[in-house]
């Protein structure tokens, strides 16, 4: 079975920086896309970015050059670079990928920008 392990996730102070990665576990064999997603208090889940097999790269516009997706196929990892931390990117962030035709979630981590 397919098992989705996050971590990077803390507390940090505006402008400040973290990296979150994902791992995916399993015999698995062609991961067709992988992202994140997160959700904050009140507000309903949103896509932060996606990269496809092909390296096509999807931002939400609150996050374009501020965060930055990569993938690596070979480790079966997806991380998320994000800079220049906002208040407002105060959020559970949650890896997804998607993989022969089905789609896994990982369990969140919790992201908190504050002073």
């Known amino acids: 079975q397919v098992q989705l392990v996050e971590s990077g996730g803390g507390l940090v102070q505006p402008g400040g920086s973290l990296r979150l990665s994902c791992a995916v576990s399993?015999?698995?064999?062609?991961?067709?896309?992988m992202g994140w997603y997160r959700q904050a208090p009140g507000k309903q889940r949103e896509l932060v970015a996606d990269?496809?097999?092909?390296?096509?790269?999807n931002y939400a516009d609150s996050v374009k050059g501020r965060f930055t997706i990569s993938r690596d196929d070979a480790k079966k990892t997806v991380a998320l670079q994000i800079d220049s931390l906002k208040p407002e990117d105060t959020a559970v962030y949650y890896c997804?990928?998607?993989?022969?035709?089905?789609?896994?979630w990982g369990q969140g981590t919790q992201v908190t920008v504050s002073s």
């Open positions: 997804n990928v998607v993989v022969s035709n089905r789609e896994y």
């Open positions: 990269i496809t097999r092909g390296g096509t790269i």
């Open positions: 399993g015999t698995i064999f062609g991961i067709h896309n």
